[in-house]
């Protein structure tokens, strides 16, 4: 079976096509639980996002700030496992129609084996993996397990790449490049900087491919900001922290709802 790059490709299109940055939301598997990430993720559609991201949790997540952490703490504790990310990637998919990607560090896949990897998120019907930690020259056992099983390959590009690298990145990749607003690890912050900006001009210089802006959106007048140059809007440790605030599950699907409602009107700012 083959995954869902193109559906990928088409949401970010039709978005584009109608003039507003695509909404990608993001949430930790296993948080809270298996099934209840699987309904928060549903939620975060249902409100409006148009793509998820399914992180697999890790025990040293390097690029992650401390609400990201705490999430993937309570999933390793709940006993999470990798059948359970690419569970969590079928579900939300069957359930939303939407396209699914796993973001995950790079030695989980390893030892999974990557060919196994894929075939089991194609499978499941994601649409690609993001893999912040796994370096260019480095990856064509899995950008080739990826093309064969129709998943994209999402590098992460950041303000310090140089125009020579970014070339490099940009030319590996599919399906969107995922361009890390500022230095630093996943967290909201006060604003989303020029940083961001010119690393979105210098990054389409060298591609065609989507350019989407992750670390630091929080709300609606960030995301309003992020969407007048780029092609799409990431938000992650706001919807977490919208679920670790709820008092119980049902108040935090309506958290997570309400919040990716109101960053799909922040996306559709004039451009």
Not at 114 to 124: M, N, S, V
Not at 127 to 136: F, K, R
Request: proline share 4%.
């Amino acid at each position: 079976m083959a995954g869902n790059l193109e559906l990928l490709s088409s949401v970010l299109a039709n978005a584009r096509s109608e003039g507003r940055a695509a909404l990608v939301g993001y949430l930790p598997a296993g948080f809270p639980t298996v099934d209840g990430g699987v309904a928060a993720m549903t939620a975060m559609i249902e409100g409006g996002c148009d793509v998820v991201e399914v992180g697999l949790p890790h025990s040293d997540p390097v690029l992650d700030g401390p609400v990201i952490q705490t999430a993937d703490d309570i999933a390793l504790r709940g006993g999470v496992k990798i059948r359970d990310v690419i569970r969590t990637v079928g579900e939300v998919h069957t359930a939303t129609g939407a396209p699914i990607l796993c973001m995950t560090y790079w030695n989980p896949v390893d030892r999974y084996g990557p060919e196994r990897f894929a075939a089991d998120l194609a499978e499941a019907g994601g649409a690609g993996c993001i893999l912040p930690d796994l370096p260019v020259e480095e990856s064509e056992v899995w950008r080739k397990a990826a093309e064969q099983h129709g998943l994209a390959t999402v590098f992460v590009v950041a303000p310090s790449s140089r125009d020579e690298r970014l070339a490099k990145i940009t030319a590996a990749g599919s399906g969107f490049v995922y361009a890390a607003s500022l230095m630093g690890v996943t967290g909201t912050r006060e604003s989303v900087g020029q940083e961001a900006r010119e690393l979105v001009e210098r990054t389409r210089a060298t591609t065609r491919l989507p350019v989407c802006v992750g670390l630091g959106v929080s709300d609606a007048k960030q995301a309003g900001e992020v969407a007048a140059f780029a092609d799409g809007v990431i938000v992650g440790s706001a919807f977490v922290k919208r679920l670790l605030d709820a008092e119980d599950e049902a108040s935090g699907l309506r958290a997570v709802r309400e919040l990716a409602g109101e960053l799909a009107e922040g996306v559709r700012v004039a451009r």
